[in-house]
């Protein structure tokens, strides 16, 4: 018997669709990168007429070092020009460093380096632009959207059914969800449609050609999900599972493989692997590059401390570390009291405890700087959440849920809550919550991009004077 005419157009959109399902990933992952490249070799070929050999390494170089990027299309456009500019002054910076040290800027004309430092920023703005305003035509050209549905209408289903419905960059329609409770007890059967029970999910899924399913169920429903899997063999659509958040806070959730074991990682620190390896080496150049530069600076606080006040010119503060492992902080003694025991006030506003000097080093951030040396040792990063002293520790990690999470990574001389509004003292238990937060936030989405966003925020916070201390 012939199939019926309205399912064979649908499935030969469908396989056009998955032909084309990822080509806005596409342009996303490479559109930074190519448009650094063009740029280089467009800005050569405008003043010099042509390409010669080293415009086409330092593109390749270039490349390397931009590859993938990240459109992030779902961000707001000002965030996003923010981290394209950070981004630039941090991979320019280096590349400058580089050529400079090794003398491989010396092949290049001033005027092409000068040129190419204002147009490959401007030309990375306007891409992200141009493809931010082509996307939903991008993702129409792929044809029909993928048909999904749900199954278990509670609060992280419904929140992402909602995003993928205002996500103008998805390619997934939600048709509806599937749930056994009786309507009477679904808080949003007005906002979505309810398709029918959990076992009617199977049946559904072949007789409409659904291609994606995501599981929100519970994870104490075992028994049901796995006889909803073996109902879902006989499909063909893609099964997810959308993780009960109520239950645990991923951080860092993937699937791995322990021993040809299949394993999901539920809470596990962001550098492993490769990432780990660019963490270190990053922090490692960086701090050796910023050690040689503020150097003499260095050496005038340590004898402006001696000759201010009594005392040594290093404090040296107990904290957590790396997997909770207690290590040694440094920092310019700013006061006149070496409080490292049992209790440790936290520096107010106008404490008396604070030397003249001590004010200007902690306002500027400046107390902060033989901390680079702590990086060195392999004790801290440049980027990461700020450590607390050990009191404080043991004292916020019975009071919040989740608090020491935060040290699955090595602390940050700067973090992404310093930038965010949480830098100096936070005198009320709310604040020392969002501030973890924002810490937790950091594990969860860690790229080296938003580590270099954070080093160039965390200048502007320092120069502005943002919640000194």
């Known amino acids: 018997m012939p199939e019926h005419p309205t399912s064979v157009t649908f499935r030969k959109t469908s396989r056009l669709s998955v032909g084309r399902d990822q080509l806005l990933n596409l342009f996303e992952i490479t559109l930074g990168p190519l448009v650094l490249v063009l740029s280089l070799w467009a800005v050569a070929l405008s003043i010099q007429r042509t390409l010669a050999p080293h415009d086409v390494i330092l593109a390749l170089i270039v490349f390397s070092l931009t590859f993938p990027g990240s459109a992030q299309l ?164 893609s099964i997810y599972f959308v993780p009960d958040t109520f239950v645990t806070d991923l951080i860092q959730g993937r699937m791995d493989v322990v021993s040809g074991v299949p394993v999901v990682a539920v809470c596990e620190t962001p550098f492993t692997g490769l990432s780990g390896l660019i963490k270190r080496s990053s922090d490692i150049v960086l701090s050796l590059l910023i050690i040689t530069l503020i150097l003499p600076l260095l050496l005038l606080i340590a004898l402006s401390v001696k000759l201010s006040s009594p005392g040594p010119v290093i404090f040296r503060q107990r904290r957590y570390g790396l997997d909770g492992q207690e290590i040694m902080v440094y920092k310019f003694r700013t006061m006149k009291v070496m409080e490292d025991g049992a209790t440790v006030t936290q520096v107010s506003r106008n404490d008396p405890r604070v030397t003249r000097l001590g004010a200007l080093l902690r306002r500027t951030s400046m107390d902060e700087l033989p901390q680079f040396f702590n990086v060195l040792q392999g004790r801290m990063s440049i980027v990461g959440p700020r450590p607390h002293a050990i009191v404080h520790n043991e004292m916020y990690r019975k009071l919040i849920k ?68």
């Open 74 to 237: 779902n961000l707001p456009l000002v965030r996003v020009i923010r981290y394209i500019i950070a981004g630039w002054l941090s991979i320019a910076g280096l590349l400058f460093f580089f050529g400079y040290v090794s003398g491989y800027v010396g092949y290049f004309e001033r005027d092409i380096l000068i040129t190419w430092s204002w147009v490959a920023p401007l030309s990375q703005i306007g891409a992200h632009i141009v493809l931010r305003l082509a996307a939903p035509a991008i993702r129409e050209f792929q044809g029909e959207p993928k048909r999904a549905v749900l199954a278990g209408m509670n609060e992280q289903g419904i929140e992402l059914a909602r995003r993928l419905s205002g996500d103008i960059y998805s390619n997934v329609h939600v048709v509806g969800f599937f749930d056994d409770r009786t309507p009477e007890r679904l808080q949003h059967r007005d906002e979505y449609t309810v398709l029918g029970k959990i076992q009617d999910l199977s049946a559904f899924t072949k007789q409409n050609h659904v291609e994606a399913i995501y599981l929100s169920l519970p994870m104490a429903s075992q028994q049901r999900i796995l006889t909803l899997l073996d109902d879902l063999r006989d499909t063909t659509a």
């Open 402 to 469: 989740g608090y020491m999470l935060r040290h699955k990574v090595r602390p940050g001389i700067s973090g992404w809550a310093q930038v965010n509004g949480y830098r100096g003292e936070t005198e009320t238990l709310e604040k020392m919550k969002g501030r973890i937060d924002l810490d937790l936030d950091y594990l969860r989405n860690w790229s080296l991009r938003l580590d270099l966003y954070i080093i160039a925020k965390t200048v502007w916070v320092v120069f502005k004077g943002e919640n000194a201390r």
